[in-house]
Structures are given as structure tokens and as C-alpha cells.
């Protein structure tokens, strides 16, 4: 069973950092590209970064260039969000989620991580 | 960036009714239009991949096409744990993007 499980969010101040991890199981991780998807309170999905299998690709939403860091160890089957110099507008529900290998969808979803930016 | 816009954002129905969502892309997206419902505890599933593709485990009561610019999702007969929200988003290109969601409720 392919299993998605998120942690390392928490209260943060603005401008400050913090970094998320998501921990893959029942699957080949170093197979698959990798996403980063988040929702604020109330809203909708905004997705934030891709990676790929062995980390050559790497794409982010505008909103987070800069300031966030997608990365990955496949030894670990963990990929992590280092999040920097966060905003309000940074808070929301941090979802990881597998690439398809298919398509460009997002075939299985982690339950997410809260993330709060206030100080 | 390629929008997505979705519509309703609402939509009231009935058990065993037929519900369509609709979403449109501002550029051409070559049918890389995917599905995903997501329940009130935040889980999130996919429904529909590159446009009418069911996924594993879906039942064949959601279906999805397209007519020119508006991609759909059908749902051909409610069940009581269809009611949740949907949302489309187009993987033709980074950064990939979401519609703003479709809340399905009981009416």
C-alpha cells in the first residue's frame, strides 16, 4: 500500500524557516517524481514544486521561487520542502503527492501538513 | 501561466442525479486535464486523468471529456459520498495549475 506521510510543520514568525518532509512507503520512491502541494484555509489547491526521480528537473510556482527548496534522498525514501524567509500567505495545508508515472497527475496524496506563518 | 477556470463553484443536487463540472483552460492544454475529489477531512483523490481516463478503483459513474475548450466531469448518478469538492488541473505545462473548485453539496 502506497503510503504518503508528511511532518516538520508547526507555528512559525514570519521571515523565518522551516522544513517539511514526507516520508514515501509501498512503492519504489526512487522511481517517481515528486510533488509539493498546498492549500490555505478555505481555498483552493495551489500546487508548489516538482521533483524529479533522480532530482535533475526541478520546477516551482512563482509564489515560492527563491524561497523554497524542493529536494529528496532516495536512499531515506523521504522528500523534503525547506521553506524560507515565510510569509502569511506561506500558511496553509502542505499536501506531498507521487507523480503518475503515466501522466502528469497525482495519482496518490499524503493527509498533509499544517503549516501557520503569524507571529 | 495557464488559468484555470471552473465552473460552478457550487452545485446543489440530489441523490441518484446527474452532475456536470466544467472547467476551461486559457491556452490550449492538448487534453492534459485531470480530476481529483476532495473529502471534508482534506483527503484528496484522483478521479480522471488526461481528460477520460478513470483511475484504478474510481467507480464508472464519473466520467470525463471534452468539448473544443471545456473539459467536464461527469457524475451520471449521485451517491451519498460523491457530495464533496472537486478540482480540475492542467498538466501540460509547469507550473501546473488548479481550478478554483467545485463545492458538490446535498440539496
Known amino acids: 500500500e502506497v503510503q504518503l506521510v508528511e511532518s516538520g510543520g508547526g507555528l512559525v514568525q514570519p521571515g523565518r524557516s522551516l522544513k517539511l518532509s514526507c516520508v514515501a512507503s509501498?512503492?519504489?520512491?526512487?522511481?517517481?517524481?515528486m510533488n509539493w502541494i498546498r492549500q490555505a484555509p478555505g481555498k483552493g489547491l495551489e500546487w508548489v514544486a516538482y521533483?524529479?526521480?533522480?532530482?535533475?528537473?526541478?520546477y516551482y510556482a512563482e509564489t515560492v521561487k527563491g524561497r523554497f527548496t524542493i529536494s529528496r534522498d532516495n536512499a531515506k525514501n523521504t522528500l523534503y520542502l525547506q521553506m524560507t524567509s515565510l510569509r502569511s500567505e506561506d500558511t496553509a495545508l502542505y499536501y506531498c503527492?507521487?507523480?503518475?508515472?503515466?501522466?502528469?497527475?497525482?495519482?496518490?496524496w499524503g493527509q498533509g501538513v499544517m503549516v501557520t506563518v503569524s507571529s | 501561466d495557464i488559468q484555470m477556470t471552473q465552473s460552478p463553484s457550487s452545485l446543489p443536487a440530489s441523490l441518484g442525479e446527474r452532475v456536470t463540472i466544467i472547467c476551461r483552460a486559457s491556452?490550449?492544454?492538448?487534453?492534459?486535464l485531470n480530476w481529483y475529489q476532495q473529502k471534508p477531512d482534506g483527503t484528496i483523490k484522483p478521479l480522471i486523468y488526461?481528460?477520460?481516463n478513470l483511475q484504478s478503483g474510481v467507480p464508472s459513474s464519473f466520467s470525463g471529456s471534452r468539448s473544443g475548450t471545456d473539459y467536464s466531469l461527469t457524475i451520471s448518478s449521485l451517491e451519498p459520498e460523491d457530495f464533496a469538492m472537486y478540482y480540475c488541473?492542467?498538466?501540460?505545462?509547469?507550473?501546473?495549475?488548479f481550478g478554483a473548485g467545485t463545492k458538490l453539496e446535498l440539496k
Open positions: 503527492a507521487r507523480h503518475s508515472p503515466r501522466r502528469g497527475y497525482f495519482d496518490y
Open positions: 509501498g512503492f519504489t520512491f526512487s522511481n517517481y517524481g
Open positions: 521533483i524529479s526521480s533522480g532530482s535533475s528537473y526541478i
Open positions: 491556452q490550449g492544454i492538448s487534453n492534459n
Open positions: 488526461y481528460t477520460s
Open positions: 488541473q492542467q498538466d501540460a505545462s509547469f507550473p501546473y495549475t
